[in-house]
Structure formats: structure tokens, C-alpha cells
């Protein structure tokens, strides 16, 4: 049931972001100088993508050691989902993957 949520969170975590992202391409086009100065304009969403940077940082490291653990193959694909798409989707994608994982892993051993 936890992994379900993790799931929701994933796809809510896509789709929010990107209606705002996609509201500023609409207005401004893909012009990262307007991007990057309407992201510093104030101090609070300063700290919002300080924030979310250094959030980013945490994940991979998280991410590496966590795939390592339970086997979870091509983590890289969740590096590339946070690049492309975000921290609010790529970890909650990554969390469920890892649940997915630890059922498996759960489930062998009852088997063994």
C-alpha cells in the first residue's frame, strides 16, 4: 500500500511542477536569462531553489548508495528522471522502485 502512495506522489510531483513550467514557457519561451532572473528575483524563491539544489545533491547521493543496496539496476535512470523532470518526481519514483525491490527481496526470502 506505501508503495502505491509513492507512486501518486510521483505522477502529482510531474504534473504540478510542469503546469507552472509550462505556464512560464507559454509566457517567456525557453529563454533561461528571464528563467534564472524571475528564479532570484526575491529572497524567499531564493531559498526555494537554494533549497531545492541542495535537496538534488542529498537525492544522488541517497539514490547511489540506496540502488547499491537493494539492487536496483540502471539508477541512473533516476538521475536523468530528476535532470529532466524533477526532485518532486524522481524521488518518489526512485521510493517506490525501492519498495518494489524490498517486496522481492521479502519475498525470496520467505521462499528460501
Not at 502529482?12 to 528571464?34: E, I, K, T
Not at 535537496?55 to 536523468?80: D, M, N, T
Amino acid at each position: 500500500m506505501k508503495k502505491n502512495v509513492y507512486l501518486i506522489l510521483a505522477i502529482v510531483g510531474l504534473v504540478l511542477p510542469y503546469y507552472y513550467f509550462v505556464s512560464f514557457l507559454a509566457m517567456n519561451g525557453p529563454d533561461s536569462r528571464v528563467f534564472f532572473k524571475e528564479l532570484f528575483a526575491t529572497r524567499i524563491s531564493s531559498f526555494f531553489a537554494v533549497d531545492l539544489l541542495i535537496s538534488c545533491v542529498v537525492f544522488v547521493r541517497y539514490l547511489r548508495r540506496e540502488a547499491v543496496r537493494y539492487q536496483i539496476g540502471k539508477w541512473w535512470l533516476y538521475l536523468l528522471a530528476m535532470l529532466f523532470f524533477g526532485l518532486s518526481f524522481a524521488l518518489p519514483l526512485f521510493l517506490y522502485v525501492r519498495e518494489l525491490g524490498m517486496e522481492r527481496g521479502k519475498h525470496a526470502e520467505a521462499g528460501a
